[in-house]
Each structure stands twice: as structure tokens, then as C-alpha cells.
């Protein structure tokens, strides 16, 4: 009998309180990958002629996986508001006002992948919040640390439909089966390995890089001999660097002075996933966990891998 998502109850002392959601995040990617199938059909590849608040374009796909997420995350009972990628201020969901647990998500990571067929991805994690299930749920319920997420993980839609993620009991990988439209536990127990893998960066900003990263990637280069691999959406980046260890990188540089990756709903999610598989996540020399959040769509700068990797590129 294969095992599937319901497996998440008996995970942990979060396992229970978070299957809902995670089901949610199932249903959510099936609906999300039926739409990316079926884009060109429906005339939705390409601008929504709209910029989200980060001053990016979006993409139509943004809009709609964006819509899609928050429903399920609705339907589940259990969610009392979403911070979304694609939305500026934080969405309270009316009717639940009262329900413990907050989502942050970037509903559709890596968009600029969809033009050329290439893979993207959904990134979520949660947290409880910290105001009284009697107040409405405020922005500062999203201002919480690494060390506070209960759940975490992403959705890669490559060749087959991943979803990946961590109740704080080690990662656990399910793959959606199109025989029984099910997720099914394929990758139990994920360890990042110690060594091998590639690097991952976009090399073409190298002259541009703070904190000297530009020479401690020269030295990792050399000290390791990684290959290196980049698709340029970090789920698939995250996903490859997971399962065959390396690091992954996205520094600081003269444009992004803090980095383009977003701490609430890109970095901490996958560093906590990153830190339950064994492997490192750092910051500038913070931990990605550590980092007190100050705003809704902060960014950092992130560097995630095997403990190795991140050790050598920060000379440690
Ligand atoms: P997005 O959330 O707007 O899609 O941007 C995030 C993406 C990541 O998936 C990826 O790691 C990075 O941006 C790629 O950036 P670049 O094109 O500068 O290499
Ligand atoms: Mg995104």
C-alpha cells in the first residue's frame, strides 16, 4: 500500500495540526499544475499588465496560482490569513478569523521560466499566530522567525509533481501519482548529501556580488571542483541541491543591496527545509532561521546547501 500525504499526521508534534494545510497545498498543486498544462490553451501565458508589489510585471499564471492557493488555504478552515508574493498587504480570510495558523507563499516561484516550458514552483510555510483568536489577524502575525515555522516546503512542477516538506521531523517527498491522483511518499527521510553536487548562482552578476562572495565562490570552485547547474527558479535549484547536495546561492549585489530572494516566503521556507534535511542556511553570516523578519516581503541575501559547501564558501 503506498503511503500518502495523510502520512504528515503522524509526524512530529505538528503532524496532526498540519495535515489539513499541507492537503490544502496538495489540492492547490494539482489545480495550480492543470492550469500550467493547459495555459497556451487559455490564452493566459504571458503579462497580466499588472506589477505586484515588489515592481515586477506579472504574469497571468502569477495571478491565477496566486487565486487558486489562497482558496484551498481558505477551504481548509484552518488558515486566518495568507501573505502572498503576489499581494501587497496581507489577506485575512473573513470567515476564520479566529483560526490559528498564518501562510506565507510564493504561489508561482520562478515565473520567467513559463515562457520557455521550464520548470517553476510553489514555495509555502506557516506559522500560529501570536495576536488573540478573538483580534483580527495582523501583518505582525507573519513577523516571526525561522525558529517559530511549524511547516514548511515547496510544490516543483517539473516532469512529474513534487511536493516536498517538513512539520520539523525530518523532509518527506511526495510525488502525484496520475493512476490514483494521489501524492505518494517516493522520497522518505531526504539527507542532503555531504559532499558532491553542484553549485547554482547566477555567474552572470558575479562582478556585481557584495560581501566578496565573487572570490569565496573562486575558492569553493577551486576547493571543491563542484559542477555547477542553474535553471534560474529556485524551487528547481532548491530541489537539485537537495537531493544531490552543493549549494545554492543568491547573494547581494550593487542592484539588490539585500538580495532579491524574500525571507518570509522564499528563504525561510526553504532554509528550513534545507536545516530538517541536515544541510545549512545561511544570511550574510546570519543563520536564515535566526533573522527577525521586519517586513511582510523583506529580502536577504541567501546561501543554502550542504554544511560542507556553505562552510568553505564562508571560509569557516
Ligand atoms: P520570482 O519569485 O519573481 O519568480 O523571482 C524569484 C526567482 C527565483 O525562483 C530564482 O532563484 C531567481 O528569481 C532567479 O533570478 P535571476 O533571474 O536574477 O537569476
Ligand atoms: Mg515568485
Known amino acids: 500500500m503506498s503511503v500518502t500525504l495523510n502520512s504528515i499526521a503522524k509526524q512530529g508534534k505538528n503532524g496532526a495540526a498540519m495535515m489539513p494545510i499541507i492537503q490544502g497545498v496538495g489540492r492547490a498543486a494539482i489545480e495550480i499544475a492543470a492550469v500550467l498544462r493547459g495555459a497556451i490553451f487559455r490564452g493566459v501565458l504571458g503579462k497580466a499588465g499588472a506589477e505586484n508589489v515588489q515592481g515586477e510585471q506579472q504574469q497571468l499564471l502569477d495571478v491565477l496560482s496566486d487565486e ?14 495568507v501573505g502572498s508574493e503576489e499581494q501587497e498587504e496581507l489577506l485575512v480570510i473573513d470567515e476564520y ?7 506565507l507563499v ?26 488573540a483568536n478573538s483580534e483580527r489577524p495582523h501583518v505582525s502575525d507573519t513577523l516571526q522567525s525561522g525558529q517559530d515555522v511549524i511547516a514548511a516546503g515547496y510544490v516543483l512542477y517539473g516532469p512529474a509533481l513534487m511536493l516536498v516538506c517538513s512539520v520539523g521531523a525530518g523532509v ?14 517516493s522520497h522518505p527521510d531526504i539527507q542532503i548529501p555531504e559532499t558532491g ?23 569553493l570552485k577551486q ?9 534560474g527558479a529556485m524551487v528547481a535549484d532548491m530541489h537539485r541541491t537537495l537531493l544531490k547536495g552543493g549549494i545554492f546561492l543568491y547573494p547581494a549585489d550593487d542592484k539588490n543591496t539585500t538580495g ?3 525571507l518570509l516566503y522564499e528563504a525561510i521556507p526553504m532554509g528550513f527545509i534545507m536545516e530538517q534535511a541536515g544541510g545549512k542556511a545561511m544570511s550574510r553570516n546570519d543563520a536564515v532561521l535566526n533573522i527577525e523578519p521586519e517586513t511582510l516581503h523583506q529580502r536577504v541575501p541567501v546561501y543554502l546547501g550542504s554544511k ?6 564562508f571560509d569557516n
Open 106 to 131: 510564493d504561489p508561482l516561484d520562478g515565473s520567467s521560466n513559463l515562457d520557455v516550458d521550464g520548470p517553476v514552483g510553489t514555495i509555502f510555510s506557516v506559522v500560529k499566530r501570536k495576536t
Open 68 to 81: 487558486i492557493f489562497l482558496e484551498e488555504m481558505r477551504s481548509t478552515g484552518f488558515v486566518c490569513a
Open 97 to 103: 478569523t479566529r483560526s490559528d495558523y498564518l501562510v
Open 172 to 185: 518527506s517527498g511526495y510525488t502525484f501519482n496520475p493512476s490514483n491522483a494521489r501524492f505518494e511518499l
Open 197 to 219: 553536487g553542484y553549485y547554482s548562482v547566477n555567474e552572470s552578476n558575479a562582478d556585481k556580488w557584495l560581501d566578496n562572495m565573487d572570490a569565496n565562490l573562486e575558492r
Open 308 to 313: 560542507n559547501a556553505v562552510d568553505i564558501l
Open 260 to 262: 532579491k530572494l524574500r
Open 223 to 231: 576547493e571543491t571542483g563542484l559542477g555547477m547547474r542553474y535553471v
